[in-house]
C-alpha cells in the first residue's frame, strides 16, 4: 500500500478509509454506531440501506433523531437476532477492544455480514511501548488518554494480535490499512500505526 | 387551532368474532392538509380511555387535545407538513359505535348485546375510515399503549398500506398481570349495584364501580418514584389523621378525584369492552411466532419504551423489536429514561418529538 495522506471525514481519518472500502448501495450494520454520523453519511453518499446498534439510551436518541434505525443493545449480546448473512458489511469502529468477547463479535459480525470492516487503535504503538517502558505504569499516549481505572479499553491488542486471531479463524484479509493521523503507513505498521483497519471475511 | 369532531357512517363491519354490526359511525378529526399526492397521512391512535380529539383545540369542549403537545405545526407530528388523522375506537363512548349506541333493531342501547371487539376489528374500521378518505398508504401510523398496539396490528394486517409504525410503551399481546388488572376494573364495575347487567342507560350508572377501576388504572399508569414524588405521604387539608376513612392522604385524595371525573365522560360498558380487546389481542394469534406475525410487514418501525413503565415494560417492547430483526426489517428502538411509569409516553414530550421528527423525516424522504 501506498503512503500518502488521508482526508478526514466526519473528522476521522479512519471513517475516511470505511467510507472508501464500503461500495455504493449495500446494506451495513455499524456496531457502536454512537450518534449514527457514519451511518448518516454513507446513506447520503453511498445510498446504503444504513442501520446501526448503540448501547447508550442518549446517543441513540441522537442518532434516530438524525434519521438513522439504530437500536439500544449491547454489541456482546445484540446480534444473535439477526439472520445469516443480512448485511454486505458490519463494521466495528474503535470498539472491538471495549467489548467483552472480541472473538465472539467477530464470528458473529461475519455470520451476520458478508464483510467485516474492523477499525482499532493500536496498543503496539511506539509511543504506548514507550510510555509503558519508562514510566512502568499503564501507558497513557494520546491514543490510549485514559487512567487505567476509568479506560473503556477492557482488551489491548497491537496490529500483530489482529492478524493473528484472524489467521486462527482463517479469515482472508482482503485489505489492510494502517493510519498515523491522517498519514498512511506502511512501514513497520505495528510500530508506527495508531490507528489499524482491516477489511475482512471467511475464507 | 381550533378542531371540530367529523362522523362517517357505514352499513356494517364485519368483525372477529364472526358476526356483523350495522351501522356502524365513526367519530374523527383531521390536522394539517392531505398533499395532492396523497403520500403524507399519518394516523394517530389513542389508548384506552382517549378519544378522537388528539390535537388542538375542541370547537365543542375548548379543550386541547389529548397529544396536543405532540401534534401541530412545528410539533413532532407537524401539521405543516402531515396530515394526521385520529378517530375514536370501535365499542368506544366518544362518537363511535359502542356499547352506548342505539341498536337499530330494538331502538334501545346496545349495552351488553354489543359484540365483543377487538383491537382487529377496530383497525378495520379505521381501515374503512382510510379508504373513505382517499388515503391508500399510511406514511406512519402511531400510538402509545393500546394506540401502539392498533399501531402493530395496522402493520401486520394492512403491510402494503403502511410505510411506518411507531408503536410506544406497548406490546404485542398482554401479559397475565394485564389481564389481571384489567379484570380489577371489570369487576369493580360489574359488582357495582347499579350495573344492572348493563343495563343502566336509563338509569343512575355504576359511578363508583367506574371510579374504582379507574383509581386501579391510574396507579399503573405512574411509577413508585412519580407518586412518591406527586404524593409522598403528605395530608389533605390536615396536620393530624382522622383516624377514620375519609381522605387522609393527598394520594386517596387524588385517585379519588380522578375516579370521579372519569365517569363522566366514560361508559362503564366501553370500559368492559375495550380491556377485553386489549386483553384478547396477540399479534401471533395462528401464526406460531411472533416473527411469522410480523413476516408480512413492510413497515420500517421506530419502537419506543421507558424505563420506569412497569404496566408496558421494555421487555415487551425488546420482544418485538427482537422479532422485527430476525427477519431483518429496518427497525430503530430506544428506551427512553423517565420517571413517569406508563404516563411518561403522554408526559415525555422532548425526547419524543426529536425522535419522532427525524425517522418521520427520514421516512418521508425515502417513500418519494
Not at chain 1, 510510555?131 to 479499553?153: C, D, H, I, V
Not at chain 1, 500483530?160 to 482472508?172: G, K, P, R, T, Y
Request: glycine fraction near 8%; include cysteine.
Amino acid at each position: 500500500m501506498k503512503a500518502g495522506f488521508v482526508r478526514d471525514l466526519l473528522g476521522r481519518s479512519d471513517y475516511a478509509i470505511i467510507g472508501e472500502i464500503v461500495e455504493p448501495k449495500t446494506k451495513v450494520l455499524d456496531l457502536g454506531c454512537g450518534e449514527g454520523e457514519l451511518l448518516e453519511w454513507l446513506a447520503a453518499n453511498k445510498g446504503v440501506d444504513a442501520r446501526g446498534v448503540e448501547i447508550s439510551g442518549a446517543k441513540v436518541q441522537k442518532a434516530i433523531a438524525r434519521g438513522v434505525s439504530v437500536f439500544q443493545c449491547d454489541i456482546d449480546e445484540g446480534l444473535a437476532d439477526y439472520p445469516d448473512q443480512a448485511f454486505d458489511y458490519v463494521i466495528l469502529s474503535q470498539t472491538l477492544q471495549e467489548t467483552r468477547h472480541p472473538r465472539t463479535v467477530l464470528r458473529e459480525m461475519l455470520r451476520v455480514g458478508r464483510r467485516a470492516i474492523v477499525a482499532f487503535p493500536n496498543f503496539g504503538h511506539w509511543q504506548v511501548r514507550l510510555s509503558m517502558l519508562l514510566s512502568g505504569r499503564a501507558p497513557r499516549t494520546k491514543l490510549f488518554p485514559y487512567e487505567w481505572f476509568e479506560s473503556p479499553n477492557i482488551h489491548f491488542l497491537t496490529v500483530h494480535d489482529f492478524e493473528a486471531l484472524a489467521a486462527l479463524e482463517s479469515l482472508v484479509v482482503e485489505r489492510r490499512y494502517f493510519l498515523a493521523g491522517h498519514r498512511k503507513v506502511d512501514w513497520q505498521p505495528n510500530l508506527t500505526a495508531e490507528v489499524a483497519v482491516f477489511l475482512v471475511r471467511r475464507g | 387551532m381550533i378542531v371540530s369532531a367529523n362522523t362517517v357512517r357505514f352499513d356494517f363491519i364485519a368483525l372477529d368474532n364472526g358476526t356483523t354490526l350495522a351501522p356502524v359511525e365513526v367519530a374523527y378529526e383531521t390536522y394539517g392538509e392531505l398533499n395532492a399526492a396523497k403520500t403524507n397521512a399519518i394516523v394517530v391512535l389513542h389508548a384506552f380511555s382517549g378519544d378522537a380529539h388528539a390535537a388542538g383545540i375542541s370547537a365543542e369542549t375548548g379543550k386541547p387535545g389529548w397529544w396536543d403537545n405532540m401534534i401541530g405545526p412545528g410539533k413532532a407530528f407537524d401539521t405543516n407538513q402531515y396530515f394526521v388523522i385520529c378517530s375514536n375506537v370501535l365499542g368506544g363512548c366518544r362518537g363511535t359505535t359502542g356499547p352506548g349506541s342505539r341498536n337499530p333493531a330494538t331502538g334501545c342501547p346496545y349495552a351488553m348485546s354489543f359484540p365483543v371487539i377487538t383491537i382487529g376489528d377496530m383497525v378495520r374500521l379505521q381501515k374503512m375510515l382510510i379508504d373513505s378518505l382517499g388515503i391508500q398508504r399510511l406514511l406512519s401510523v402511531t400510538g402509545g399503549s393500546m394506540g401502539g398496539m392498533q399501531a402493530l396490528e395496522w402493520a401486520a394486517a394492512y403491510p402494503e398500506s403502511v410505510v411506518s409504525a411507531i408503536p410506544i410503551a406497548t406490546t404485542t399481546r398482554h401479559s397475565a398481570q394485564q389481564i389481571a388488572f384489567n379484570e380489577v376494573g371489570r369487576q369493580a364495575i360489574m359488582a357495582d349495584p347499579d350495573f344492572h347487567e348493563g343495563n343502566y342507560y336509563d338509569k343512575q350508572p355504576p359511578a363508583r364501580g367506574l371510579a374504582v377501576a379507574r383509581m386501579v388504572g391510574h396507579i399503573t399508569y405512574m411509577s413508585d418514584d412519580s407518586m412518591r414524588e406527586k404524593f409522598g405521604r403528605r395530608l389533605r387539608g390536615k396536620e393530624n389523621f382522622s383516624f377514620g376513612f375519609d381522605v387522609d392522604f393527598e394520594v386517596e385524595s387524588y385517585l379519588r378525584y380522578r375516579g370521579s371525573q372519569f365517569v363522566h365522560r366514560f361508559d362503564a360498558n366501553s370500559y368492559l369492552y375495550i380491556t377485553k380487546a386489549m386483553d384478547y389481542f396477540d399479534l401471533t394469534n395462528g401464526q406460531g411466532t411472533l416473527a411469522a406475525a410480523l413476516e408480512k410487514t413492510q413497515a420500517r418501525f421506530l419502537v419506543i419504551s421507558f424505563s420506569s413503565d412497569w404496566l408496558y415494560p421494555s421487555y415487551q417492547s425488546q420482544e418485538l423489536v427482537r422479532a422485527l430483526r430476525s427477519r431483518n426489517r429496518d427497525v430503530a428502538y430506544v428506551e427512553l429514561e423517565s420517571n413517569y411509569g406508563h404516563d411518561s409516553f403522554l408526559v415525555d414530550v422532548v425526547e419524543q418529538t426529536d425522535l419522532v421528527r427525524g425517522f418521520l423525516a427520514s421516512t418521508f424522504e425515502k417513500a418519494q
